[in-house]
């Protein structure tokens, strides 16, 4: 068998890049195992929390912010409209967005779920001191900041 290509890859064994990418599917499942015995996903979490903390996002800055397409929002976004758990006007006020506000049963159902999201986060970070998480937050934010400027140049 050939060994050729061996070596030119991504060592798994010490690559950040792919640490990250574990680290978010285990935090994903976390998040998915705490919301589904609230009839949630984490991207029907995502969704209210965007909007509990900036109300009136539009169907694309939904989509953005929790990292879906603007297809999948769109049909979240009429499932949690027909549930009650959203409203959006019949016509878009200005343009074609269709700004969208958390409803009070909307926000009742995101404070059970944001407090089991922030069980699982605490969880995650059980093992660190302040100071290690405070790094760690620092250092994420540099790598995010680093790699949008990469975008932004290219």
Request: net charge neutral; glycine share 10%; hydrophobic share 40%.
């Amino acid at each position: 068998m050939s060994q050729e290509g061996v070596g030119a890859g991504v060592d798994l064994e010490t690559s950040l890049g792919y640490l990250l990418k574990e680290a978010s599917s285990a935090l994903r499942a976390a998040m998915e195992e705490v919301l589904r015995p609230l009839g949630m996903s984490v991207t029907h979490y995502a969704c209210l929390e965007l909007l509990a903390q900036r109300p009136g996002l539009s169907n694309s800055e939904l989509a953005r912010g929790a990292f879906v397409t603007r297809q999948t929002m769109n049909v979240l976004l009429q499932a949690l409209e027909r549930d009650g758990y959203v409203t959006r006007p019949a016509e878009a006020p200005v343009g074609k967005a269709l700004p969208t506000r958390l409803t009070p049963s909307g926000r009742r159902s995101l404070e059970k779920a944001s407090a089991a999201v922030r069980s699982v986060e605490a969880r995650m970070l059980a093992g660190l001191t302040e100071t290690e998480q405070s790094g760690a937050f620092r250092i994420l934010k540099s790598m995010i900041n680093s790699l949008h400027g990469d975008k932004e140049g290219a």
